[in-house]
Nanobody, 115 residues
Framework: QVQLVESGGGLVQAGGSLRLSCAAS????????MGWFRQAPGKEREFVAN????????NYADSVKGRFTISRDNAKNTVYLQMNSLKPEDTAVYYC????????WGQGTQVTVSS
């Protein structure tokens, strides 16, 4: 059974930082492009960032470019999202998945940014 477990969320003031982790179990994803996504209350889930298997190719949504950094550790089957200069509009539940979103979604991790 494939399982994605996100962690690292929390409540932070605007301008603060958080580091999210996504641990995958049940199979290895070292060859997959992995992505972070988020869903704010009342909104559709949206793309945040993705990273290829080597870590050499990364893409970001315009809204997070320059503030967020995606990385991965294939030995640990884990993907990270370093979030700096957080804004209230970054408040959402954050999820990871393959970039094509083919896996069952995990429970996500709540990020709340206060102004």
């Amino acid at each position: 059974q494939v399982q994605l477990v996100e962690s690292g969320g929390g409540l932070v003031q605007a301008g603060g930082s958080l580091r999210l982790s996504c641990a995958a179990s049940g199979r290895t994803f070292s060859n997959s492009r992995m992505g972070w996504f988020r869903q704010a209350p009342g909104k559709e889930r949206e793309f945040v960032a993705n990273i290829d298997w080597s870590g050499g190719s990364k893409n970001y949504a315009d809204s997070v470019k320059g503030r967020f950094t995606i990385s991965r550790d294939n030995a640990k089957n884990t993907v990270y999202l370093q979030m700096n200069s957080l804004k209230p509009e970054d408040t959402a539940v954050y999820y990871c998945n393959t970039n094509s979103q083919i896996l069952p979604w995990g429970q996500g991790t709540q990020v709340t940014v206060s102004s």
